[in-house]
């Protein structure tokens, strides 16, 4: 399981028009699922991301979690995240889990950052998307459980 975690002042997801998740200071996280993934792997990448201290103390540097800065959370899937690049020009995208594999577990992350106390909002799993964000720092990781 991966992920594109990046600190936002601001992110939301737009499908058909309509504003469908919506959050103010705190993470936006592009999931990518793989053969393999289980529960198991989702609640270790909730953990990891509400965890990671991406968030300036009093001092300005990066040691506050999103957990302790109070930052809300929207995630979502994003299968491109197992495009494979290493040959030609079209990325393969067989190391992506199908829909009905990734759906649930791009959901137990969500519930599972919802069990730890987070304010989470959500994309449209399959929908085509817009995501709109304010990149905060900018500051963006790559977490790979």
């Given at each position: ?35 393999g ?68 577990l ?17 994309g449209r ?21």
């Amino acid at each position: 399981m991966r992920a594109v975690v990046q600190r936002v002042t601001s992110a939301s997801v737009t499908v058909d028009g309509e504003v469908v998740g919506a959050v103010g200071r705190g993470l936006c996280v592009l999931v990518g699922v793989t053969h393999g993934d289980d529960l198991a792997r989702a609640e270790q990448l909730a953990d990891k991301v509400w965890r990671l201290r991406i968030f300036p103390d009093v001092d300005g540097r990066m040691d506050r979690s999103a957990e302790e800065a109070g930052g809300e959370v929207l995630v979502i899937s994003q299968f491109t995240l197992y495009g494979d690049t290493r040959k030609g020009r079209r990325p393969s995208w067989g190391a992506a889990a199908p829909g009905p594999v990734a759906e649930p577990l791009v959901e137990a992350v969500a519930a599972a950052l919802r069990a730890r106390g987070a304010t989470v909002a959500t994309g449209r799993f399959g929908a085509e998307m817009q995501v709109a964000l304010v990149n905060d720092g900018p500051v963006t990781l790559f977490v790979e459980v």
